[in-house]
């Protein structure tokens, strides 16, 4: 009976370990893609008022846990019924995430060229709730190929060691990210806090006012950089699953560098797809 017992700890213990190696692999694998999904997920979080920037970025992580809740028992179905359809719900998503990425361009280069309240420029302008759809979705994607390469890293384990990981590295990458977006943006409160509680012209002081005079900086920053990112990634995903394309980038354009490759090839999908829905929505 003792033995018994001690032997189903035993196993317990080995799964545990089993899980935690499998689980630091998948980690690693994934960084290069939190890194990605961090720069977009701030670039959808920004642009907001200071009493709207936390319930906003709730409202996104609390979409995000959704997501992965949806996503995960669905990619395993998938994975074991039909596992092709996967590379095509990637391609898919890279399609919409070009298209993303060039409506966002599309965007800033029309600000610039347009008068401040120009009739157009406002009908433009998206809603708070069309903004947190937006990032919601695109997260779905990110959301999508972060769960599916954490998989891919652990098929050679059993069931429930997939499992354990993949829904570890899920929750772990939406609190990291959007814990870290939290951060970012409350940036200038603690910079306020500091300065609040410091003796006038001391190093601390010094220190809080460039926190709050590199908010707006460091936000553009990553509003610049979660859109290329986007763009990044689009291509990526595009060309990583339709071999046509990857054949003819390694067999004609081997010398170019993959990310501008793909950058390009993002975009020339992108912004032909965003001026037709452009064009419709504007009745032409």
Known sequence: MVGGIFAIFDDIAMLMDNTAAATKVSIKNTMPLLGDDLAVSAEKASGYSASRELPVLWAITKGSFKNKLIILPIIFIISTIVPWIISIILLLGGIYLSYEG??????????????????????????????????????????????????????????TIQLIAVSVIAILATIAV????????RMDDVGYYIIKHSKENSLKEKLGKILVLSLPKVIKFLSFVGTIAMLLVAGSLIVHNLEFLHHFYQTYLHTVPTYLFEFILSLLIGMPLFMIRHNITRGY
């Open 102 to 159: 060039a409506e966002v361009i599309h965007h800033y280069i029309s600000s610039k060229f347009q008068k401040e309240g120009h009739p157009e420029t406002k009908g433009q302008r998206l809603t708070e709730e069309q903004k947190i759809k937006s990032a919601i979705v695109t997260d779905f994607i990110l959301s999508i190929e972060i769960i599916v390469v954490s998989l891919g890293t652990v098929m050679d384990q059993t069931f």
């Open 178 to 185: 959007y814990g870290t977006v939290a951060l970012l943006v």
